[in-house]
């Protein structure tokens, strides 16, 4: 059967950036940066993004679209000892991240209905609780599940199905036409009405005015490392699969930096909603900016419905911005866990020929019961357990090898395979875009991931994540990541049906 393709490379782009732009560019982009020194945060992330999210992003292009496979495939195209690696990654991303990542987008959505009534009235955290549960304690009330994070899920996984069942033009290129422009039409009403707040200038002062101390601390390197990663879709597999759809002749370079700078632009962007509203928040209690908030996690679901209410509006006003806000998050969310549920469909469908509606069937029915783990009581500190491992072990292992696989053996591999060298580098030209990137993605990617995933690594066998209960860390943490690892290597064990 033929390959789908995208209807066009604009179609493209903006079903890259719907995977990109997600969550992870509000809700986790603004307490990464409220918690590494407001402006501090912003030079690594800049950083970050143009020396490891440009040139892997490239490389992702490349191979998905080079090898017109999914990552499992693209991986085994190199060489089938490779192939766990692209199996590893969809199978993590499905089977544990998204899990959670879908829990958040049902807590959005249920703060989108009580924003008709400003429902969690003056106490968004009495409104968080009731729908995360009140224990911190990972093993207390494992069975009770809220219902109305259940209600959430269901909604959102019927849409992931739906949207994924309609294929790569109809159905998901097709919904990012309109989410994304839709985004960012609301973002900059939202940014335009925040920005006009009284005390927004302080806010914005504590955004956006570099603390150049903090820049010693390498915490702050290593969070925007990992915050690349996770905002970028980089190790998921899923820009892999998405290039796969590409025409021949597509402008992978030019789609890479689009795609690349345009999540580090909507962040940017974004951002300046999220503080000008602290501001007005800490203008209202007079406080600092940095006080306001007392847990960053929370951000998004304490403070910022806090300051909403507290906002000098009418009702009325305030309703609408409260909508504008968690809608803007719902359908971010939305075209993120999309993605992946076409990264994992597309592996299954090159791997085992399983056709594309029972796969994305199967995968929204098993995806819907793993996640109702997350959305029992104790699933706020397991998500951020598992939020934890998979961020720094898994997606960096995955980068790091995409790296050395195409870097190093792939080229190896083709060279022996060919007798003429023009051949070789007919071959290895996508993977070969000028002397810098060559540099980047083969020395400077590898040895700041091996870095990352060695500190990560010394500090984790050291000491016991989060002050949890070892038994949690090494279930949750240490045990999803060789569970996931087992079941990448039993997958890719298994025969090819068709050729690679
Ligand atoms: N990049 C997304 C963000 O910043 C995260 C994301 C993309 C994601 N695809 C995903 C999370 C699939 C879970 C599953 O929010």
Request: hydrophobic share 55%; net charge positive; charged share 15%.
């Amino acid at each position: 059967m033929e390959r789908e393709k995208w209807g066009t490379n604009i179609g493209f782009i903006l079903a890259a950036l719907g995977s990109a732009i997600g969550l992870g560019n509000i809700w986790r982009y603004s307490y990464m940066v409220y918690e590494n020194g407001g402006g501090a945060f912003l030079i690594p992330y800049w950083i970050a993004t143009l020396v490891l999210g440009v040139p892997l992003m490239i490389l992702e292009f490349s191979m998905g679209h080079r090898f017109k496979a999914s990552a499992p495939k693209a991986f085994a195209s190199v060489s089938r000892r490779w192939e766990w690696v692209g199996w590893w990654a969809v199978i993590f991303v499905m089977y544990g991240i998204v899990l959670y990542y879908i829990v958040i987008i049902s807590w959005v959505f249920n703060y989108l209905i009580a924003s008709f009534n400003l429902g969690w009235g003056g106490e968004p955290v009495n409104f968080l609780k009731q729908l995360v549960g009140a224990d911190l304690d990972p093993w207390k009330t494992v069975f009770m599940v809220r219902p109305l994070t259940i209600l959430g899920l269901a909604l959102i996984w019927f849409l992931n199905w739906f949207i994924v069942y309609r294929g790569v033009e109809k159905g998901i290129e097709f919904a990012n036409k309109i989410i994304i422009p839709l985004l960012v039409v609301l973002t900059l009403v939202l940014v335009v009405w925040s920005v006009n707040l009284p005390g927004a200038k302080e806010g914005l002062k504590f955004y956006l005015k570099p603390d150049w101390s903090r820049l010693k601390d390498l915490g702050v390197w290593i969070a925007a490392a990992t915050q690349i990663f996770f905002s970028l879709s980089l190790g998921f597999g899923i820009m892999i699969a998405y290039a796969s759809y590409l025409p021949e002749d597509a402008p992978l370079i030019t789609n890479a930096f689009a795609t690349s700078l345009g999540n580090g632009l909507y962040s940017f962007i974004a951002g300046f909603a999220v503080f000008s509203t602290l501001g007005y928040m800490a203008f209202k209690q007079g406080v600092p900016v940095p006080e306001v908030v007392e847990q960053g996690f929370g951000l998004a679901f304490v403070a910022y419905p806090k300051a909403i209410s507290l906002l000098p509006f009418p009702h009325i006003a305030k309703v609408l911005f409260a909508l504008l806000f968690f809608f803007i998050l719902f359908i971010a969310g939305l075209s993120s866990s999309i993605s992946i549920i076409e990264a994992f469909t597309s592996a299954l469908m090159d791997k085992f020929k399983i056709p594309r509606k029972t796969s994305v069937t199967a995968l929204a029915v098993t995806g819907f019961v793993g996640s109702l783990v997350f959305a029992t009581r104790p699933g706020f500190a397991w998500m951020d357990i598992v939020d934890h491992f998979l961020n720094n072990y898994g997606l960096a292992v995955v980068a790091l090898l995409e790296a050395i696989v195409v870097g190093y053996i792939f080229k190896i591999v083709i060279m022996l395979k060919l007798k003429d060298s023009r051949d070789y580098f007919r071959l290895v030209e996508e993977f070969h875009i000028g002397t810098i990137w060559d540099f980047l993605y083969t020395l400077l990617v590898p040895a700041v991931m091996a870095y990352l995933v060695f500190s990560s690594l010394t500090r984790d066998v050291t000491s016991v994540y989060g002050n949890y209960p070892l038994p949690a860390v090494l279930i949750l943490g240490w045990g999803w990541v060789i569970a996931t690892l087992i079941a990448a290597f039993v997958v890719s064990s298994r025969p090819w049906k068709g050729k690679i």
